[in-house]
Each structure stands twice: as C-alpha cells, then as structure tokens.
C-alpha cells in the first residue's frame, strides 16, 4: 500500500503522539514497522515532541526477576553392572538403558550408566534432567 497525503499526516500525528513505530504499522494497515521506520526516517521526524509510549525513564523500569522454582536436586546413581560383572560399554547397550556416557572414549574404563531410561529419553531420569536444563530467564537490571 502506498504513502498517500492521507496517510502521510496519519504517521505523522501518530508519531507525534508518541506511539511505537509498531503501533504506527498496526494502525496504518498494510505496512511494516520497518516500512514506518523509513518513512519516519525520510520525513526527517526522527525527533519527537513527546517520548515513544514504551519508553520509560531508566529511573522508572523495573528490574525483570523471573525466578524459576527451584529443580530437586540431581541424585546419580552408580551405573549398572551386567550379569558378566562389568559396566555397559558400546558393545552391550541397548535401548533400554541410559546412554549418559562415563569416563574417557579413549580410555577402557568408558562405559555407560546403563540404568532404565526416562520415557521418550536415551537417559535416565538423573542424566536427563542433567542433560536438559531449562533455559535461564535474562534479567533486566535497574540503571543506577
């Protein structure tokens, strides 16, 4: 859609009004942020009577805390020893044992945990929940 005169004094009061480029796009119809952003841009606006509605004086934001609760502590359990007396090494595993590897690949000593694993997961339920931490939530800090 094209920058008629209409819309052109659309952005311009909206801009003015202090709205995001986002929320200009929104109102607008049929263009992009970055299309209002341009514009903006062109007609030399970029200087606003009065700040954009999502901007707040650092002064005023507030520090984002999400915590997540806190996991259980992990418990590993000592691997498994076959039948034979030995650990579950890359000859012996099959899909139903914990894959989480143990010890150095160039080693003899490597072998696997072998325990029962944790439905839909190659690991038990101790190496799972080691292997897939939840993501850190960021957190905003205050300007001083």
């Known amino acids: 859609m094209g920058w008629t005169e209409e819309r052109v004094e659309q952005l311009k009061g909206l801009w003015n009004e202090g709205l995001t480029a986002s929320q200009i796009a929104l109102a607008l119809g049929g263009v992009s942020r970055n299309a209002v952003i341009g514009k903006v841009h062109r007609l030399g606006l970029a ?70 694993p944790k439905t839909g997961s190659p690991y038990c339920e101790a190496h799972a929940r080691k292997a897939y931490q939840p993501q850190q939530v960021k957190t905003r800090r205050a300007a001083s």
Do not use: Y
């Not at 034979?84 to 590897?101: A, E, Q, S």
């Open 47 to 116: 200087g606003r009577t009065v700040p954009a509605r999502s901007e707040r004086p650092r002064t005023q934001r507030r520090t984002a805390i999400h915590a997540a609760p806190p996991l259980p502590e992990i418990i590993e359990e000592d691997p498994i020893k076959l039948d034979d007396g030995n650990f579950v090494t890359v000859l012996t595993i099959n899909d139903r044992m914990c894959r989480w590897p143990i010890g150095d690949p160039s080693e003899n000593e490597f072998h696997f945990c072998g325990r029962k």
